[in-house]
């Protein structure tokens, strides 16, 4: 396990709610890979016989971004935050290296974590309805998936960054009060 300092980015939760150690905390963006909500949450934000949904990248044109926060974690923490994020993402995602930009244009190399398709969580794409659908009647252990949904909204508000994908599904969500 690395005891070298690494950048942790940040596309989901973490953007909201580090639970991590870190030393430097920057606004980032990763080119080609967009943010989808297509991967199965049965132990976060659902339960084993009712997921909810979560977010995963999946790569696409080289014109699509995904932004987020990238985490400077020191050489100290790295090991315990490595097997604490490995266990923590058990249900399906998996370590990727990945180059991000600043909004000053510098690069930083960086850990994500993401969830391909056909994993056993996989959920996979569907009709944007059915997503708000299955997100607004989720619950699990860390709390509704409604609010997952919102508070990603927010934070990416907050980031000044467009993401379509999310903001249809937080219009829907507001429009449906169950
Ligand atoms: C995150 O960026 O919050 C995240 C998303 C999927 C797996 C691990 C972390």
Redesign the pocket.
């Given at each position: 396990m690395s005891a070298n300092p690494f950048w942790l980015?940040?596309?989901?939760?973490?953007?909201w709610k580090p639970d991590l150690p870190y030393s430097d905390r920057v606004p980032a963006r990763l080119r080609g890979w967009s943010r989808r909500f297509w991967q199965g949450s049965h132990d976060h934000r659902g339960l084993p016989d009712a997921p909810g949904r979560?977010?995963?990248l999946v790569e696409s044109a080289p014109d699509c971004c995904c932004d987020?926060i990238a985490y400077r974690v020191p050489a100290d923490a790295a090991a315990a935050v490595l097997a604490g994020?490995d266990h923590?993402?058990k249900n399906g995602?998996e370590r990727h290296r990945v180059n991000l930009a600043t909004r000053n244009g510098d690069a930083i190399e960086a850990l994500?974590?993401v969830?391909a398709p056909g994993n056993f969580a996989w959920l996979g794409p569907a009709p944007l309805a059915a997503i708000a659908a299955q997100i607004a009647g989720a619950h699990g252990p860390s709390g509704s998936n409604r609010e997952y949904l919102q508070r990603l909204a927010e934070s990416l508000r907050l980031l000044d960054s467009d993401d379509d994908h999310v903001f249809a599904l937080e219009a829907l969500l507001s429009s449906d009060r169950t």
């Open positions: 980015f940040g596309y989901g939760s973490l953007i979560v977010v995963t987020g994020l923590r993402e995602y994500i974590y969830a």
